[in-house]
């Protein structure tokens, strides 16, 4: 083993070498190739002066300049290159890799040893210094099974022997420990991990992923992956990591734009923000569902709590407008279409069609109806003498110059423009349909005068075609906290995207009035021909033995029989039945008890209670748009706690009703406990 060891030093010093040489070397030649390109940029603009003369010249012109567009191409082209290798080396220096594999090919003699880290690295392509956890052989390590074994590649699949599964616990080029480990182990290098002061910004897990967290990770097949995991068995970290591989795998089809993570609140998304750039990833847009629907309206606007968004789905494409269902189209005080002309156009588009068809159909009508207007004022004398009237600035604005139109054609097109600018909110109120009446509509649907904000956004979307075509990827976490409705909407949004969901059915503890199952989910992805795949993880990564056996308690029975536990048990936590004026004594005593270094959270039931606390026991007040201090102890309420993680907990139980709500009353509970990994205090006031 000793001898292991040493061989593996020496291993890493080479690596962490050739990662500085190469960081050297490459800012050098960043340099001189930049350098290089203003030289030649500056030569050539000296040389290749514009000549237009004459035919002959002109061929020359354009040869020299395409030759030199070419040569600043190369300078680009390398100019990119050098600075991924370089992004490369920086990332993998303070950590060039967490694991070795040694593989053994039927048809070749030896056994050859892989390293595994954040990103791939090598100076020439046959000879990898670190291979990428995301490439098809670290699949290998994260399978975690010793002996004969297969990977897939190209869609092949390649048996090997896995002889050797050695992890690293390393920084720079210091190498601490080495574990070579098989199934029959824990894994060491995750119970140390584990271990570690919780922080304020969430890390990635790319070195100890779980055999159950990568098959969810790299999972490609369904349309839909359905992931219900218990608090606190990395339901967030997998979503994050698998946003990571799936830029990896399709780097040449799908940018971070193609992907979009809907969060709880901003809090939460604070965060998670570091973990992908860790891995060298962009981050996708990251939003609450809440932002995601302001793009659709206001939900201030609207009373009426329950949707109807089936009942919507069934009518709408057979519904026919009447004339309450337009709004007149007026520009600057004159009518450009009353709503009975609307209607008579909208009569015109083919009834076979469906509404949304017959929708845009209409709008092309109307826009030619403007645009035709457009083109016969153009010809006229008075409009024409208008344009003398423009100032350079108005010009400039109108048509990005100044201009002296002398011909006719040149004065009508001028015209047009001009006609098209002045026009151009109109031309907009039409292409945004606002000639719809959408609460009349909505109203003709459902028989209601009071909307509800989702029904209303739904007819919008439908009607005026305004879902998002170009997402690819849609990670939807804490799921649980979702209607079916909302999904449905979604669904329909984002008509081209693969899904993953992740949540946690006892993590449900908004005060809504129909709570959903999973199978509901299941169900509701199956009816709307998207294929789903359902996936438990039961077990429990953030808390402490005893912990988690107490929070599992306000699960169910069968979950209880389920965990897996992989922390010690840890010191066990506290329940104390107090009374209202012990609270503040009784508070300062538990938090003496946690170090500066840390985290802590202190949960109460009420933001009011929050905001009280916090300012008796000079603590900070975390609220949902705020950022997570680095280490020290916030109070928050249990809505703004969730999602999040403390080394230590306090919990109040101040309102008898909030814990013991038939429905939410366990869930609640279930969520403040499980954010706590170390210490957890429960006081009750009676
Ligand atoms: N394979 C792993 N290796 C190291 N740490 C892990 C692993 N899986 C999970 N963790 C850690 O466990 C903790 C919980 O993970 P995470 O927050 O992703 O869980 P969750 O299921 O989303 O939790 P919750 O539903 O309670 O919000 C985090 O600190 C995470 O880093």
Redesign the pocket.
């Known amino acids: 083993m000793d001898n292991i060891f040493e061989l593996e030093k020496s291993h890493l010093s080479i690596t962490y070498q050739e990662l500085t040489d190469t960081l050297n070397s490459v800012q050098k030649l960043l340099s001189d190739n930049s350098n290089d390109a203003r030289k030649f940029k500056t030569q050539s603009g000296h040389d290749n002066a514009l000549n237009f003369d004459s035919y002959a010249d002109n061929l020359d012109t354009f040869a020299s300049m395409e030759t030199m567009n070419k040569q600043i191409d190369y300078f680009n082209s390398k100019q990119n290159q050098l600075e991924t290798i370089k992004e490369k080396a920086i990332q993998l220096l303070p950590n060039p890799y967490f694991a070795r594999i040694d593989i053994k090919y039927s048809d070749e003699p030896e056994v050859i040893p892989f390293y595994i880290g954040s990103t791939g690295f090598s100076k020439v392509p046959e000879d990898p210094l670190v291979i990428d956890w995301r490439s098809p052989i670290a699949d290998l390590y994260y399978n975690n099974q010793l002996g004969k074994t297969f990977y897939q590649a190209n869609k092949q699949k390649i048996s090997v022997e896995l002889i050797t599964r050695r992890q690293f616990l390393l920084h720079d080029n210091i190498l601490q420990d080495i574990f070579d480990t098989d199934v029959a182990i824990q894994d060491p290098l995750?119970v140390k991990?584990?271990q570690e002061n919780?922080n304020n910004q969430?890390?990635s897990?790319t070195a100890?992923?779980?055999k159950e967290?990568n098959l969810i990770i790299r999972d490609e097949d369904p349309s839909a992956l359905l992931v219900n995991?218990?608090?606190?068995?990395?339901?967030?970290?997998?979503v994050l990591q698998r946003i990571a591989y799936l830029l990896y795998r399709h780097r040449n089809s799908l940018i971070a734009e193609d992907v979009l993570l809907l969060t709880p609140n901003s809090l939460f998304t604070s965060y998670i923000n570091e973990v992908l750039p860790s891995l060298g990833e962009d981050t996708p847009s990251q939003m609450t569902f809440e932002k995601f629907m302001q793009n659709f309206g206001n939900r201030e606007n609207f009373k009426n709590k329950r949707s109807h968004l089936r009942i919507i789905n069934n009518k709408i494409n057979d519904l026919n407008l009447s004339i309450d269902d337009f709004c007149k189209l007026e520009f600057k005080q004159e009518s450009i279409f009353t709503n009975q002309q609307l209607l008579k156009l909208f009569n015109k588009t083919p009834k076979s069609l469906t509404l949304t068809k017959r929708i845009t159909a209409l709008t092309e009508l109307i826009l030619n109806i403007v645009t035709d207007k457009i083109r016969r004022l153009s010809l006229d004398p008075d409009i024409q003498a208008k344009l003398d009237d423009l100032t350079d600035g108005e010009q400039n604005n109108i048509f990005g110059k100044v201009i002296s139109p002398t011909s006719e054609l040149e004065i009508i097109q001028a015209t047009k423009k001009l006609l098209h600018w002045q026009y151009r909110n109109l031309i907009r109120q039409i292409k945004q349909k606002d000639w719809l009446n959408i609460p009349q509509i909505l109203n003709n649907i459902l028989g209601t005068e009071e909307e509800n904000f989702l029904d209303y956004c739904f007819v919008k979307l439908k009607l005026l075609n305004l879902s998002r075509r170009n997402l690819k990827f849609i990670m939807v976490?804490e799921v649980q906290d979702y209607t079916l409705d909302e999904l449905f909407f979604l669904i329909t949004a984002i008509p081209n995207a693969k899904w993953t969901l992740?949540g946690?059915e006892f993590?449900s503890i908004k005060n809504i009035k129909t709570s959903i199952t999973f199978n509901d989910l299941e169900d509701l992805f199956k009816q709307n021909q998207i294929s789903v795949k359902q996936i438990n993880?039961y077990t429990s990564?953030?808390s402490s033995g005893n912990i988690t056996r107490l929070f599992t308690k306000f699960g169910s029975k069968k979950l209880a029989n389920n965990i897996k536990i992989i922390q010690s048990n840890g010191s066990k936590p506290q329940e104390l039945s107090i009374t209202s004026n012990e609270l503040i004594h009784t508070l300062k005593r538990q938090l003496s008890q946690f170090k500066s270094n840390e985290l802590s959270a202190v949960i109460t039931t009420h933001s009011k209670k929050a905001e009280e606390l916090a300012s008796a026991l000079k603590i900070n007040l975390l609220k949902s748009n705020s950022t997570l201090p680095k280490s020290g102890t916030s109070i928050m309420p249990l809505i703004t706690a969730?999602?999040?993680?403390f080394d230590n907990v306090i919990v109040i139980n101040d309102d008898k009703l909030y814990y013991s709500d038939t429905r939410l009353g366990n869930n609640r509970m279930y969520t403040a406990l499980?954010?706590a990994?170390k210490k957890l205090f429960i006081n009750t006031i009676n």
């Not at 995991?229 to 997998?238: D, E």
């Not at 969730?642 to 993680?645: A, I």
Request: glycine letters at 12%; a positive charge; zero cysteines.
């Open positions: 995750l991990t584990l919780k969430m890390s897990i100890t992923i779980q967290q995991g218990i608090a606190g068995s990395g339901k967030t970290s997998v976490d992740v946690d993590q993880l990564y953030r969730k999602g999040l993680e499980s954010r990994s």
